[in-house]
């Protein structure tokens, strides 16, 4: 079964930073990418920052492009979402994200909240 554990939400005021964290469980994909969604109230869920688990492409956001970088750890079971620079318009609940290229399964964490304050 697989399992995304996500952390390191909070509030934070504009132009600060945070660090999300997403470890990864229960799944034994040989080709797969993970990634970073959000969704802010009354709005759909949107694409952030991926990460290509197989290559190590990265892909982003334009609007986060600069600000944000995703990035994974040694053992490969954790990626991470470096946030700069924030802005109000960050603010949503953040999801990890893994997705199984050869079926194209998505499966997803539970998320964690970011709030940016003017």
């Known amino acids: 079964q697989v399992q995304l554990v996500e952390s390191g939400g909070g509030l934070v005021q504009a132009g600060g930073s945070l660090r999300l964290s997403c470890a990864a469980s229960?799944?034994?994909?040989?080709?797969?990418?993970m990634g970073w969604f959000r969704q802010a109230p009354g709005k759909e869920r949107e694409f952030v920052a991926a990460?290509?688990?197989?290559?190590?492409?990265?892909f982003y956001a334009d609007s986060v492009k600069g600000r944000f970088t995703i990035s994974r750890d040694g053992a490969e079971t954790t990626v991470y979402l470096q946030m700069n620079s924030l802005k109000p318009e960050d603010t949503a609940v953040y999801y990890c994200?893994?997705?199984?290229?050869?079926?194209?399964?998505?499966?997803w964490g539970k998320g964690t909240l970011v709030t940016v304050s003017s």
């Open positions: 229960g799944h034994t994909f040989s080709r797969y990418s």
């Open positions: 990460m290509s688990w197989t290559g190590g492409g990265t």
């Open positions: 994200n893994i997705r199984n290229i050869p079926d194209n399964m998505n499966y």
